[in-house]
T-cell receptor, first 114, second 115 residues
Framework: TQLLEQSPQFLSIQEGENLTVYCNSS?????LQWYRQEPGEGPVLLVT?????EVKKLKRLTFQFGDARKDSSLHITAAQPGDTGLYLC??????????????FGTGTRLTVIP | DAGITQSPRHKVTETGTPVTLRCHQT?????MYWYRQDPGHGLRLIHY???????DKGEVSDGYSVSRSKTEDFLLTLESATSSQTSVYFC??????????????FGPGTRLTVT
C-alpha cells in the first residue's frame, strides 16, 4: 500500500489547457515536495510546502498544501509541451525521523500535445 | 546540475547472476540513496547511507546489498538477480535530512533488465 496516492495516473491534454493533479494520503505530513521527471532523467525538485493551507507559485505552476496536511495539489495554467513529464509528490510523515523519512507518491504522467 | 553519475546506464543480465550498480558524486554530500522506480509505485527506497561505511535498509531492501567505502561512491549489489528486480534504479544524494525534507538530487538512472 502506497503512503501517497496520486491522481490521475495519466493525463493527456492540449497545449493551452489548465490542469490539476492531486496527491492524497490518510496520514499527516510535516512537509510535501513536488518533483518533475523528464524521460531518461532523474526527478528534479520543484517546490517544498510545509504549512497547512500554504500556496506556492512557480511561474504557471501553483502548489497547495491541504489545511490538514494530508494532501497537496499542483495546478498548471496554460500548459505547454515543455510541461510534459512525470510529476511526483514526496512527503515526510509527521514524526518520522532519519534520512529515510521521505516517501514518494505513485506519480502522474502528463503529456501536453502541441 | 549536481554532479552525480551512475554506471552502467543500461544493463541486461540473466537470472541468477550478480550485478553491481555504481553511483558516484562530486558534491561531497553526506547522504546517498538507492531507489527503484516501477510503474504505479513511484520511487521506493532500497538502501541509504549516512556516511562512509554507514548504511541502512529502506522500504524494499530484500535481495539487495550496498557498500560505501568512500564519500563519493555508493554501490548497489544484486547478489543473484531475479526478474522481479527488472527496474530503473536511481541514485540520489542530499546534504541533510529534516522534518521539512532535505532536497534530494538524483542521478540519470540505470535501466536494468533481468531475463
Amino acid at each position: 500500500t502506497q503512503l501517497l496516492e496520486q491522481s490521475p495516473q495519466f493525463l493527456s491534454i492540449q497545449e493551452g489547457e489548465n490542469l490539476t493533479v492531486y496527491c492524497n494520503s490518510s496520514s499527516v505530513f510535516s512537509s510535501l515536495q513536488w518533483y518533475r521527471q523528464e524521460p531518461g532523467e532523474g526527478p528534479v525538485l520543484l517546490v517544498t510546502v510545509v504549512t497547512g493551507g500554504e500556496v506556492k507559485k512557480l511561474k504557471r505552476l501553483t502548489f497547495q498544501f491541504g489545511d490538514a496536511r494530508k494532501d497537496s495539489s499542483l495546478h498548471i495554467t496554460a500548459a505547454q509541451p515543455g510541461d510534459t513529464g512525470l510529476y511526483l509528490c514526496a512527503g515526510v510523515p509527521r514524526g518520522q525521523t532519519g534520512a529515510n523519512n521521505l516517501f514518494f507518491g505513485t506519480g502522474t504522467r502528463l503529456t501536453v500535445i502541441p | 546540475d549536481a554532479g552525480i553519475t551512475q554506471s552502467p546506464r543500461h544493463k541486461v543480465t540473466e537470472t541468477g547472476t550478480p550485478v553491481t550498480l555504481r553511483c558516484h558524486q562530486t558534491e561531497n554530500h553526506r547522504y546517498m540513496y538507492w531507489y527503484r522506480q516501477d510503474p504505479g509505485h513511484g520511487l521506493r527506497l532500497i538502501h541509504y547511507s549516512y556516511g562512509v561505511k554507514d548504511t541502512d535498509k529502506g522500504e524494499v531492501s530484500d535481495g539487495y546489498s550496498v557498500s560505501r567505502s568512500k564519500t563519493e561512491d555508493f554501490l548497489l549489489t544484486l547478489e543473484s538477480a531475479t526478474s522481479s528486480q527488472t527496474s530503473v534504479y536511481f541514485c540520489a544524494i542530499s546534504e541533510s535530512w529534516g522534518h521539512y525534507g532535505g532536497e534530494q538530487y538524483f542521478g540519470p538512472g540505470t535501466r536494468l533488465t533481468v531475463t
